[in-house]
């Protein structure tokens, strides 16, 4: 009896030894666990995964762990919070997860010379970050808007990647001491934010394409700087001249000293006060050099004085009669610059052509007048609309030579005999600027061409046409329409592009036919993506921006694999901006600003933009009368609900039959909001829609990749995940 007791206590003993072993590890592995933040376990987590799960990398997984508990190779922690991640040369591929914005101790992160990239850099970069080093692989695209936000960044390196675009983002960046975009493909001018980043020592822009001046690096305190192997012109500034490490080869920089600036500007103000001029002293000046002759100085300034303010009113008189007599003509219904001569001072403000263009649809006919600029898009400001006090010399018309347009030119046979003489068996559409007709050639080539009818233009509308060619044929990218061709002879000014199969996405989301089959989802965020990059080009790579100032479902093209290719890019400048106000189909897309100041902006194509998502999103027309009052402007009905997850799922248009996934949606819906904002500073860049319709793709896909399951649709028919 005794010894069964013995035996039952030690077993007993035993039993909580074990038991309490069981319960420390379970406890020190909690304990572990709670190491290291749970966001920042997630973030690298999907690093991980985005990275291909590199076997190289000691202790990293793709689901939990503890980054900081279990010292994980190129992580730096402080208590809970990863602070640091340094991974350079080891061969890792892939990208950078989607949210690393969760990692917000981060101030360092080290990926260079490896093989990261072959897309964007992701927009959700760490908030906090003072030394970010992506150098050395594959990136491609723009700059992320989200480094504009690093206000704490000291060390910037891009170097040695396949970057094209950068933004004008540096206005915050005022700690930035370092920075390195070397050896990418950057084009254009130097952003002119670059000129906030006063604390910049060491700049590195060597082996891009950039062109322009560098005069907006003048005022900064560099003591290393090399630009060279770029397409620079104009002088290198005297203060740059003085840097320590300063190397400007390989450009096109005039030799010898900076021309003065030209009468018609102010020079550019120097923090050295200007000496006061001895012959035109001040009345109330106690301290001149001597009494002798101040009687005849004060008399000499008092007349200089008294001439300066005679013309100052004369000159104000002048310029109120002129503006009087004009709005006195308006008033009457005249053309003030019509069958009146030019003064020299007038003739000098005179940098519009008033242009009737005569428009045909059906039978009825509509005259306009409107304002054409003659400027060439190499020289226009499209962020600015026009300025009758502009007087500077780019203002100046400027013909363009037939050699300088690479594109090939058709005669009117040829399309006439391509188009059956323009038939309306070959009708296609017919758009703001002119009819699309169907070409179709004997080498079975099958091209678009828009007739624009510049018969009314006054003068000579050969040499208005042949500009507008070759700036549109300047503009490059896979989602533009693609201009292959032109016509200008026998009074005729024809393009054509590219035939586009699918028709437009307009024509595609309102389809009656039955037997047709509806866009799926994954092609509605397909098309939204290369619409929002071709946006992005237009207003972010081009230099100047151009406005689109037409941007809708009509004017995006579809090929065969549903790619978007945007139409009407590069006409934006030659009407007013007044000239769509009138029209009920664009007043969907029309931006809230539009209707109070008339002036279009790359904001108010970001709201365009967003309209379109829109019609992706619930298969609606932008404004609707058919439909009950309140839900006639597709974006007063579903503005309101786009963060409603049931009545976003109302909103769904039905032709998808639910075969969407619902994060997917939500995402979605979460860009449409931001882009249709009625404030146009709330709206964000191009740059940034990109990105988050890149990342909801990204997440989509590691979806897929990451589970096997399958949803149910409302029929309950399953399928697999959509993106």
């Known amino acids: 009896m005794t010894t069964t007791t013995a035996t039952t206590k030690m077993r007993g003993r035993g039993a909580a030894a074990i038991g309490a072993a069981l319960l420390f590890l379970a406890t020190a592995s909690l304990g572990a666990h709670a190491n290291t933040d749970s966001n920042d376990v997630t973030a690298l987590n999907v690093f991980y995964t985005t990275m291909n799960h590199p076997p190289q990398l000691k202790n990293w997984v793709s689901q939990n762990g503890d980054p900081c508990g279990q010292l994980w190779q190129g992580i730096t922690c402080s208590g809970s919070r990863v602070t640091a991640i340094n991974l350079p ?9 989607y949210n690393m914005n969760l990692l917000t101790a981060l101030v360092q992160l080290d990926m260079s010379n490896n093989y990261l990239g072959g897309s964007d850099i992701p927009y959700n970069l760490p908030p906090n970050l003072e030394k970010l080093n992506l150098a050395g692989n594959h990136f491609t ?36 001491t370092t920075m390195d975009i070397s050896f990418n493909t950057f084009s254009g001018n130097i952003p002119q934010s670059f000129n906030s980043i006063t604390s910049l020592k060491t700049l590195y822009l060597q082996n891009n394409q950039f062109s322009g001046t560098i005069d907006v690096l003048a005022n900064l305190p560099l003591t290393d700087l090399n630009v060279a192997n770029n397409q620079f012109t104009g002088w290198v500034p005297d203060k740059l001249k003085k840097i320590r490490s300063l190397q400007t080869t390989g450009n096109s920089f005039s030799n010898g000293p900076a021309p003065p600036p030209p009468p018609a500007t102010n020079p550019t103000p120097t923090p050295t006060p200007t000496p006061q001029r001895p012959a035109l002293p001040s009345s109330n000046d106690n301290n001149g050099p001597s009494n002798s002759g101040s009687k005849h100085s004060k008399l000499q300034g008092g007349a200089i004085a008294g001439i300066v303010i005679c013309l100052l009113v004369l000159g104000a008189m002048f310029a109120f009669f002129v503006i009087k007599r004009k709005s006195w003509k308006l008033s009457r219904g005249q053309d003030p610059e019509q069958k009146e001569p030019l003064s020299p001072l007038a003739s000098g403000f005179k940098q519009m052509k008033s242009i009737k263009i005569i428009s045909t649809t059906g039978k009825d006919q509509f005259q306009k007048t409107v304002s054409m600029s003659l400027k060439p898009p190499t020289k226009i400001d499209l962020h600015k609309s026009f300025d009758e006090n502009d007087l500077t010399p780019k203002s100046v018309t400027r013909k363009i030579s037939l050699s300088s347009i690479k594109i090939p030119a058709y005669t009117v046979a040829d399309l006439q005999i391509a188009t059956g003489s323009f038939s309306a068996d070959h009708f296609i559409s017919e758009g703001s600027f002119g009819r699309v007709f169907r070409a179709q050639f004997n080498d079975q080539k099958v091209l678009a061409v828009k007739k624009i009818n510049f018969s009314a233009f006054p003068g000579h509308p050969s040499d208005l046409f042949i500009e507008l060619v070759a700036n549109i044929s300047r503009l490059n990218h896979p989602n533009l329409a693609e201009l292959v061709g032109y016509c200008s002879e026998h009074g005729q000014c024809l393009l054509a592009y590219e035939f586009y199969q699918n028709g437009s996405l307009c024509d595609l989301l309102n389809l009656v036919d039955d037997q047709s089959k509806p866009l799926s989802w994954n092609s509605r965020v397909k098309i939204a993506l290369g619409s929002a990059r071709a946006l992005e080009y237009l207003h972010e790579t081009c230099s100047p921006s151009v406005i689109h100032k037409n941007f809708k479902s009509s004017n995006i093209l579809l090929d065969n694999e549903l790619n978007p290719h945007l139409s009407d890019s590069g006409y934006g400048d030659l009407i007013p901006n007044q000239e769509f106000q009138e029209s009920e189909e664009n007043s969907g897309y029309r931006a809230p600003e539009i209707a109070m100041s008339g002036q279009y902006s790359l904001k108010s194509d970001v709201y365009s933009f967003g309209v379109v998502m829109l019609e992706l999103l619930t298969g609606r027309k932008p404004f609707d009368r058919s439909r009950p009052r309140s839900e006639q402007s597709l974006v007063r009905w579903a503005a309101p609900q786009l963060h409603d997850i049931d009545a976003l799922d109302q909103m769904v248009d039905p032709a998808l039959q639910g075969l969407y996934h619902s994060k997917s949606l939500s995402r979605f819906a979460d ?53």
Request: hydrophobic share 35%; aromatic share 6%; charged share 15%.
């Open 141 to 176: 695209g723009t700059t992320p808007y989200s480094i504009s936000q690093m206000v704490a960044l000291k060390d910037l390196n891009l170097a040695h990647n396949q970057l094209s675009t950068i933004s004008d983002m540096f206005n915050q960046l005022t700690n930035l």
């Open 89 to 97: 040369g080891m061969s890792l591929n892939g990208t950078l997860g």
């Open 671 to 723: 860009a449409i909001a931001l882009c249709v904002q009625a404030e146009p500073e709330f709206r964000p860049p191009m740059s940034e829609v990109v990105q988050s319709l890149v990342r909801l793709v990204q997440r989509a896909n590691m979806t897929r990749m990451s589970s096997s399951e399958s949803y149910t649709r409302r029929d309950g028919e399953s399928g697999d995940y959509a993106v």
